[in-house]
Protein backbone atom coordinates (compact mmCIF):
# COMPACT_ATOMS: atom_id res chain seq x y z
CA UNK A 1 0.00 0.00 0.00
CA UNK A 2 1.21 3.01 -0.92
CA UNK A 3 2.00 5.72 1.92
CA UNK A 4 1.50 9.12 0.21
CA UNK A 5 -1.13 9.14 -2.77
CA UNK A 6 -1.65 12.30 -4.40
CA UNK A 7 -5.29 13.13 -5.65
CA UNK A 8 -5.97 13.69 -8.65
CA UNK A 9 -3.58 11.68 -11.05
CA UNK A 10 -3.87 14.81 -13.75
CA UNK A 11 -4.64 17.98 -13.84
CA UNK A 12 -5.34 20.80 -16.37
CA UNK A 13 -6.49 24.29 -15.64
CA UNK A 14 -6.72 27.33 -17.65
CA UNK A 15 -3.47 30.17 -17.25
CA UNK A 16 -5.11 32.51 -14.36
CA UNK A 17 -6.89 29.81 -12.13
CA UNK A 18 -6.16 28.06 -9.12
CA UNK A 19 -4.89 24.51 -8.78
CA UNK A 20 -5.28 22.28 -5.60
CA UNK A 21 -3.96 19.19 -5.26
CA UNK A 22 -4.36 16.68 -2.22
CA UNK A 23 -2.00 13.94 -0.69
CA UNK A 24 -3.34 11.42 1.81
CA UNK A 25 -1.07 8.68 4.11
CA UNK A 26 -1.68 6.08 6.02
CA UNK A 27 1.01 6.20 8.56
CA UNK A 28 1.85 9.37 10.94
CA UNK A 29 4.69 11.72 9.83
CA UNK A 30 7.36 14.01 10.98
CA UNK A 31 6.87 16.30 8.51
CA UNK A 32 5.21 16.60 5.33
CA UNK A 33 6.78 17.99 1.61
CA UNK A 34 6.25 19.04 -1.33
CA UNK A 35 7.95 18.67 -4.61
CA UNK A 36 7.70 20.21 -8.45
CA UNK A 37 9.50 17.74 -10.89
CA UNK A 38 9.57 19.25 -15.01
CA UNK A 39 9.49 16.71 -17.32
CA UNK A 40 11.70 14.11 -16.05
CA UNK A 41 14.41 16.16 -14.66
CA UNK A 42 15.38 16.81 -10.86
CA UNK A 43 12.61 17.38 -8.35
CA UNK A 44 12.70 20.70 -6.89
CA UNK A 45 11.76 21.33 -2.91
CA UNK A 46 8.59 23.51 -2.77
CA UNK A 47 7.43 23.46 1.23
CA UNK A 48 8.09 21.62 4.51
CA UNK A 49 5.29 21.49 7.00
CA UNK A 50 6.10 19.97 9.93
CA UNK A 51 3.05 17.56 11.87
CA UNK A 52 2.58 20.62 14.43
CA UNK A 53 1.70 23.16 11.60
CA UNK A 54 -1.41 23.24 10.52
CA UNK A 55 -0.43 26.09 6.78
CA UNK A 56 2.47 27.33 5.78
CA UNK A 57 2.48 29.80 3.01
CA UNK A 58 5.50 30.55 -0.05
CA UNK A 59 4.59 32.93 -2.38
CA UNK A 60 1.96 32.10 -4.73
CA UNK A 61 1.81 28.25 -3.17
CA UNK A 62 -0.69 27.78 0.21
CA UNK A 63 0.23 24.35 2.08
CA UNK A 64 -2.21 22.61 5.04
CA UNK A 65 -1.99 19.80 7.01
CA UNK A 66 -4.60 18.01 8.79
CA UNK A 67 -2.88 15.18 11.05
CA UNK A 68 -6.27 14.26 11.84
CA UNK A 69 -7.45 13.32 8.72
CA UNK A 70 -4.19 12.18 7.23
CA UNK A 71 -4.05 14.39 4.55
CA UNK A 72 -2.47 17.38 2.86
CA UNK A 73 -3.64 20.02 0.27
CA UNK A 74 -1.17 21.79 -2.49
CA UNK A 75 -2.82 24.85 -3.43
CA UNK A 76 -1.11 27.26 -6.45
CA UNK A 77 -2.78 30.43 -6.85
CA UNK A 78 -2.90 32.42 -9.97
CA UNK A 79 -1.39 29.71 -12.24
CA UNK A 80 1.27 30.12 -15.00
CA UNK A 81 2.76 28.70 -17.77
CA UNK A 82 5.71 27.88 -16.31
CA UNK A 83 3.45 25.85 -13.36
CA UNK A 84 2.92 23.05 -15.93
CA UNK A 85 4.91 19.91 -13.83
CA UNK A 86 4.29 16.85 -11.59
CA UNK A 87 3.57 17.73 -7.77
CA UNK A 88 4.53 15.16 -5.69
CA UNK A 89 3.97 14.93 -1.58
CA UNK A 90 6.86 12.98 0.49
CA UNK A 91 6.51 11.91 4.07
CA UNK A 92 8.75 11.69 6.57
CA UNK A 93 7.62 8.91 8.94
CA UNK A 94 6.90 9.82 12.87
CA UNK A 95 10.18 8.38 14.87
CA UNK A 96 12.02 7.42 11.45
CA UNK A 97 14.04 9.80 9.95
CA UNK A 98 16.26 6.83 8.09
CA UNK A 99 13.48 7.77 4.85
CA UNK A 100 11.61 9.20 2.87
CA UNK A 101 8.27 8.44 1.13
CA UNK A 102 6.92 10.11 -2.10
CA UNK A 103 3.71 9.14 -3.75
CA UNK A 104 3.10 8.66 -7.45
CA UNK A 105 2.83 12.76 -8.17
CA UNK A 106 -0.17 14.51 -9.88
CA UNK A 107 0.40 16.59 -13.30
CA UNK A 108 -0.66 19.48 -13.85
CA UNK A 109 -1.13 20.98 -17.13
CA UNK A 110 -1.43 24.40 -17.85
CA UNK A 111 -3.57 25.67 -20.40
CA UNK A 112 -2.58 28.96 -22.23
CA UNK B 1 19.46 24.94 -9.80
CA UNK B 2 20.57 22.76 -7.17
CA UNK B 3 24.63 22.87 -6.19
CA UNK B 4 24.15 19.01 -6.47
CA UNK B 5 25.25 17.25 -9.77
CA UNK B 6 25.05 13.82 -11.07
CA UNK B 7 27.26 12.13 -14.01
CA UNK B 8 26.66 10.52 -16.10
CA UNK B 9 23.86 12.00 -17.68
CA UNK B 10 22.53 9.25 -19.78
CA UNK B 11 23.61 5.20 -19.66
CA UNK B 12 22.90 2.17 -21.38
CA UNK B 13 24.20 -1.19 -20.19
CA UNK B 14 23.69 -4.68 -21.18
CA UNK B 15 21.66 -6.68 -18.64
CA UNK B 16 23.75 -8.71 -16.51
CA UNK B 17 26.36 -5.79 -16.44
CA UNK B 18 27.69 -3.75 -13.44
CA UNK B 19 27.02 0.20 -13.21
CA UNK B 20 28.20 3.13 -10.89
CA UNK B 21 26.81 6.37 -11.14
CA UNK B 22 28.11 9.72 -9.18
CA UNK B 23 26.64 12.12 -7.17
CA UNK B 24 28.16 15.19 -5.60
CA UNK B 25 26.20 17.29 -2.98
CA UNK B 26 25.78 20.53 -2.55
CA UNK B 27 28.75 22.41 0.20
CA UNK B 28 27.78 21.96 3.74
CA UNK B 29 25.18 18.92 3.41
CA UNK B 30 26.26 15.33 4.93
CA UNK B 31 23.38 13.47 3.83
CA UNK B 32 22.96 11.91 0.25
CA UNK B 33 19.94 9.90 -0.18
CA UNK B 34 19.84 7.88 -3.67
CA UNK B 35 16.02 7.48 -5.42
CA UNK B 36 15.04 5.32 -8.56
CA UNK B 37 12.24 6.85 -10.55
CA UNK B 38 10.16 4.81 -13.42
CA UNK B 39 8.39 6.25 -16.13
CA UNK B 40 5.22 8.12 -14.48
CA UNK B 41 5.95 6.94 -11.12
CA UNK B 42 7.11 8.79 -8.17
CA UNK B 43 10.51 8.05 -6.99
CA UNK B 44 11.74 5.31 -4.67
CA UNK B 45 13.84 5.28 -1.74
CA UNK B 46 17.07 3.21 -2.56
CA UNK B 47 18.64 4.66 0.63
CA UNK B 48 20.82 7.13 2.31
CA UNK B 49 24.12 8.02 3.53
CA UNK B 50 24.87 10.20 6.52
CA UNK B 51 28.46 11.09 7.45
CA UNK B 52 29.95 8.19 5.17
CA UNK B 53 27.77 5.61 6.33
CA UNK B 54 24.53 4.15 5.18
CA UNK B 55 21.39 4.70 7.42
CA UNK B 56 18.31 3.92 6.10
CA UNK B 57 17.39 1.92 3.10
CA UNK B 58 13.96 1.32 1.01
CA UNK B 59 12.93 -2.22 -0.41
CA UNK B 60 15.86 -2.54 -2.84
CA UNK B 61 17.67 -5.30 -3.35
CA UNK B 62 21.52 -6.04 -1.91
CA UNK B 63 22.87 -5.33 -5.42
CA UNK B 64 22.42 -2.06 -5.31
CA UNK B 65 25.02 -0.34 -3.11
CA UNK B 66 26.72 2.57 -2.20
CA UNK B 67 29.36 4.41 -0.74
CA UNK B 68 29.83 8.50 0.46
CA UNK B 69 33.19 9.75 0.74
CA UNK B 70 34.79 11.89 3.39
CA UNK B 71 34.00 15.27 1.06
CA UNK B 72 30.21 13.60 0.94
CA UNK B 73 30.07 13.03 -2.88
CA UNK B 74 28.37 9.47 -3.08
CA UNK B 75 28.48 6.87 -5.59
CA UNK B 76 25.28 4.30 -6.31
CA UNK B 77 26.40 0.91 -7.63
CA UNK B 78 24.29 -1.52 -9.64
CA UNK B 79 25.31 -5.25 -9.88
CA UNK B 80 23.91 -8.13 -11.94
CA UNK B 81 21.33 -5.40 -14.11
CA UNK B 82 17.86 -6.47 -14.94
CA UNK B 83 15.71 -4.81 -17.54
CA UNK B 84 13.62 -3.77 -14.68
CA UNK B 85 16.89 -1.56 -13.75
CA UNK B 86 15.86 0.90 -15.87
CA UNK B 87 14.73 4.20 -14.58
CA UNK B 88 15.63 7.82 -13.85
CA UNK B 89 18.18 7.43 -11.21
CA UNK B 90 18.45 10.51 -8.85
CA UNK B 91 20.44 12.04 -5.62
CA UNK B 92 19.67 14.21 -3.12
CA UNK B 93 21.80 16.04 -0.59
CA UNK B 94 20.38 17.44 2.79
CA UNK B 95 22.00 19.28 5.93
CA UNK B 96 20.17 16.25 7.61
CA UNK B 97 18.81 12.89 7.07
CA UNK B 98 16.16 12.56 4.65
CA UNK B 99 12.93 12.13 6.92
CA UNK B 100 13.57 15.19 8.40
CA UNK B 101 15.25 17.89 6.20
CA UNK B 102 13.89 19.02 2.36
CA UNK B 103 16.32 17.33 -0.23
CA UNK B 104 17.93 19.05 -2.86
CA UNK B 105 18.29 17.40 -6.32
CA UNK B 106 20.69 16.68 -9.03
CA UNK B 107 19.56 16.32 -12.32
CA UNK B 108 19.15 12.45 -12.98
CA UNK B 109 20.99 10.25 -14.37
CA UNK B 110 18.82 7.73 -17.11
CA UNK B 111 20.26 4.29 -17.09
CA UNK B 112 18.50 1.92 -20.06
CA UNK B 113 19.26 -1.66 -19.82
CA UNK B 114 19.09 -3.68 -23.02
Known amino acids: SQQGEEDPQALSIQEGENATMNCSYK?????LQWYRQNSGRGLVHLIL?????REKHSGRLRVTLDTSKKSSSLLITASRAADTASYFCATGLMNRDDKIIFGKGTRLHILP | ETGVTQSPTHLIKTRGQQVTLRCSSQSGHNTVSWYQQALGQGPQFIFQ???????GRGNFPPRFSGLQFPNYSSELNVNALELDDSALYLCASSLGLAGSYEQYFGPGTRLTVT
Open chain 1, 27 to 31: TSINN
Open chain 1, 49 to 53: IRSNE
Open chain 2, 49 to 55: YYREEEN
